[in-house]
């Protein structure tokens, strides 16, 4: 069994004995069934939200289900269905510089956080024919073992992609976002190529998960439309015509509140669906950046208030005050979505 990897070194010699109880990240949402085996358990046990997950853990998906495991240096792992990843190491402290996962089989999304834009530290995916590396960014991996063949979609900056009989990289490639490259067993990278609308898209919704149902707050008709009088309230001061309410965009803003609060990335669910070929423009106010109901005096309209009050305020050549009062858009969609006392406000523009 490998040691965690911890800050100090006189800590060591106890990091055996430490496994066995301390956690490297969490159950942070959940749809149908996920297990994980515990070593050297013989079972697999069944996962449920908030349920930690320990270093050499084999976590697994069954059929028509995802799962998403935060880790403790804030990397995001979500698995599609059918998935099964084990933990390997994990780099939590200098000194320290790889973590590393297992893909088995299925698909897997991968958000690193941002220590690993330090210098010498790095983020791997291991499948049994490819080895995706990466020093801060966002990427899409899947196993198909009836192919033998690892397919690797880069998200964000640049992702790495060796395979897994090259340990020196002689053969690696370089993935732009939107790229994506195959490595069967045995061979070489294939050279990276932008990928086809009908494949990103079910790359991309197999391990997309949102963390749980809004709040009740973010489906009150009146806190909506009153985000859109606000927002149309700013524009008639400088003659420019109202926006229409769109159900569509608002429908879109609500998933973007939900999944983007989750991952703690601003603008992450409308930069992975291209707008969902709806929002052309997109504002927020963050709960994880500091936007709170008590802010407001306890208000979702007192925050919805503030936040557009923040986007106006910003002046001409701001990008919230152009978006919110530009002439190329026609409709808007709010969302706003509470977590405890965090609240996130989201306005899509449509045309």
């Known amino acids: ?92 402290g200098p000194g320290f510089n790889e973590s590393r996962v297992s893909l088995l089989g299925g698909t ?30 966002g990427f899409i991996v899947r196993y198909e073992e009836n192919r033998a063949t690892t397919v690797v979609l880069g998200l964000y900056d640049t992702t790495l992609v060796r395979s897994a009989g090259d340990p020196q990289g002689r053969n690696e490639v370089r993935l732009l976002p939107g790229q994506v490259t195959e490595v069967e067993r045995g061979k070489r990278p294939t050279r990276p190529v932008p990928i086809d609308e009908e494949r990103r898209r ?71 669906t291209p707008g969902g070929h709806l929002a052309y423009a997109e504002n927020q106010c963050l709960s994880f950046q500091g936007w709170s109901l008590r802010r407001a005096g306890g208000s979702v309209q007192g925050a919805i208030t503030k936040c557009l009050r923040t986007f106006y305020d910003e002046g001409p050549g701001g990008g919230h005050y152009q978006n919110m009062l530009g002439g190329e858009y026609g409709t808007v969609g709010c969302a706003v979505h509470v977590t405890g006392d965090g609240v996130t406000i989201v306005q899509d523009f449509g045309r």
């Open 202 to 272: 079910d790359l991309l919704e197999s391990t997309e998960l949102l963390a749980g149902p809004p709040a009740a707050s973010a489906q009150r008709d009146d806190d909506l439309a009153f985000c859109v009088a606000e927002t149309n309230r700013y524009r008639a001061r400088h003659g420019m015509p109202p926006l229409r309410r769109s159900a569509e965009l608002e429908a879109y803003a609500a998933a973007g509140a939900r999944y983007d609060t989750a991952v703690r990335i601003p603008h992450k669910h409308f930069d992975d």
């Open 1 to 92: 069994m490998r040691p965690v990897l911890l800050a100090s070194t006189l800590l060591l010699a106890m990091a055996a004995v430490h496994l066995a109880q301390d956690h490297v990240g969490a159950v942070n949402a959940l749809q149908g069934t996920a297990y994980v085996l515990h070593p050297p358990q013989a079972a697999r046990v069944p996962l449920k939200l908030a349920d930690a997950v320990l270093l050499d853990d084999e976590v697994s998906t069954s059929t028509a289900s995802k799962l998403r495991l935060e880790l403790v240096e804030g990397s995001v792992l979500t698995l599609g269905a059918n998935s099964q990843m084990t933990l390997d190491e994990l780099a939590l």
């Open 108 to 137: 897997a999304r991968a958000v690193t956080s941002d220590q690993y834009h330090e210098s010498g530290k790095t983020f791997a995916v291991r499948t049994p024919t490819a080895v995706v590396s990466v020093a801060g960014t």
